[in-house]
């Protein structure tokens, strides 16, 4: 059963508070009710997540069309796949947060095309060689990132690649504050640890 999901514009639509720190027990109801084609459970979970998941989106691909594509994408995915959803595994925020996280991965992945005249001004972008260490790096940190625990991994991308504060990532995740801290710390000191290996 395919949704039209609505339009790029209503990522800018400002959410209550109520929208913005969900209860775990009520995003859980949502995606159970949405394995059942509930459209209205559907509307109340999109509009309690587009925001955080489009900064996510935002902040690792850099741009706001590619954004709003990923955005699009998890959300037809989570209507989708809605079914497979199982609440004894844990909280739904985590789940769905997994389903961005592979959306904005698949479009990291989509080749852009080049515009078919380039200007013959010389460009401000980063050369070669440049490009190369940046990417070798960021090869490196994302390498890392991978062996990481998955609860330390979230809440590391989710203060750095969506820009959330701690108070934020502990809302989206609907965790204590005091365990973002911790996972954030040992997540942060445990990259550092791996990223020394790489080193030698």
């Not at 595994?89 to 996280?101: E, K, M, Q």
């Not at 820009?163 to 204590?176: K, N, R, T």
């Amino acid at each position: 059963m395919e949704l039209a999901l609505s339009p790029p514009a209503s990522l800018r639509r400002p959410a209550s508070a109520a929208e913005e720190h969900p209860a775990a027990d009520g995003d859980r109801e949502l995606l159970l009710r949405i394995a059942d084609g509930d459209r209205a459970a559907f509307e109340t979970l999109y509009h309690r997540f587009v925001r955080p998941v489009f900064g996510l989106a935002l902040r690792r691909l850099g741009d706001r069309g590619r954004a709003e594509d990923a955005v699009q994408e998890t959300f037809a995915a989570i209507w989708r796949s809605a079914g497979s959803y199982k609440p004894e595994r844990g909280p739904a925020s985590p789940w769905l947060y997994a389903i961005a996280r592979n959306a904005i991965t698949d479009r990291l992945r989509t080749r852009i095309d080049t515009p078919g005249e380039l200007p013959d001004r010389p460009s401000g972008e980063p050369g070669p060689p440049e490009r190369a260490e940046s990417g070798y790096v960021s090869w490196r940190v994302h390498r890392a990132l991978d062996e990481l625990p998955g609860s330390e991994r979230e809440v590391i991308e989710l203060a750095y690649w969506s820009g959330f504060s701690q108070s934020e990532v502990a809302a989206f995740l609907d965790i204590p504050l005091g365990t973002v801290k911790t996972r954030t710390r040992s997540g942060l000191a445990r990259l550092a640890g791996l990223l020394e290996e790489e080193l030698r």
